[in-house]
């Protein structure tokens, strides 16, 4: 069963560095998201993309954010200058449709920043 | 703002019994309703969901929930829970958008 994979699946990063973290999506989705769950509080959605660009953002996803699909398979989060409270676990998913399809999360990266 | 609110923390049901994750939502309209289970050191998996039709959706693993628009509910049920359920469970939506708004989850422990 095809499945989202994401690498790596832990970062440990220092305040203030850059950081990209990667997801393989389902082949044939055509829908990508990241979420994110801070320790012991709810999953929380940060962007959704569509043909190649964002479809929408949530409050969390400032500048110091941004995705990108590079080539046909990966799709990317970038932090660029890391805070303390961006540690968190960060999923992918991908879908099929929008919003009456279920989305498929990866296993997440756990992000960790000192 | 428009929500799920999952009341309970945690959930604790013997082996062999029935069990429910409650879920209760609060969305103008019509949403489009997901369950997720999370296990441990794993990310979400979807569970079952409610688009329209039937108000009893049967999903995986044996689960099933029920649509209930009177008391805006979309309880998690299933007759016979196994130890290996034991997971974290998330109610979550969607409406007029793609993104997924989760409730804050319930720990559910089976017990042998």
């Known amino acids: 069963e095809p499945e989202v994979t994401q690498t790596p699946s832990h970062q440990v990063t220092q305040m203030g560095q850059e950081v990209i973290l990667r997801c393989v999506p389902i082949?044939?989705?055509?829908?990508f998201y990241w979420y994110r769950q801070i320790l012991g509080q709810k999953v929380e959605f940060l962007v959704s993309?569509?043909?190649?660009?964002?479809?929408?953002k949530s409050e969390i996803f400032d500048d110091q954010f941004s995705v990108e699909r590079p080539d046909g398979s990966n799709f990317t989060l970038k932090i660029r200058s890391t805070k303390l409270e961006d540690s968190a676990m960060y999923f992918c998913?991908?879908?099929?449709?929008?919003?009456?399809?279920?989305?498929?999360f990866g296993p997440g990266t756990r992000l960790t920043v000192t | 703002a428009q929500s799920v609110a999952q009341p309970e923390d945690q959930v604790n049901v013997a082996e062999g019994n029935p069990l429910t994750v409650k879920c209760t939502y609060s969305?103008?309209?019509?949403?489009?309703l997901f369950w997720y289970v999370q296990y441990p050191n794993r990310g979400l998996q979807f569970l079952l969901k409610?688009?329209?039709?039937?108000?009893l959706v049967k999903g995986s693993y044996g689960f099933e929930a029920e649509f209930n628009k009177s008391q805006t509910s979309f309880h998690l049920k299933k007759p016979s829970a196994l130890v290996s359920d034991s997971a974290l469970y998330f109610c979550?939506?969607?409406?007029?958008?793609?993104?997924?708004?989760f409730g804050t989850g319930t720990r559910l422990q089976v017990f042998p």
């Open positions: 998913a991908s879908s099929p449709g929008t919003e009456n399809y279920e989305q498929y």
């Open positions: 082949s044939n989705h055509l829908y």
């Open positions: 993309f569509y043909n190649n660009e964002i479809s929408e």
């Open positions: 969305v103008s309209g019509n949403p489009y």
């Open positions: 409610y688009i329209t039709g039937d108000n």
């Open positions: 979550a939506f969607t409406h007029n958008t793609d993104k997924l708004i």
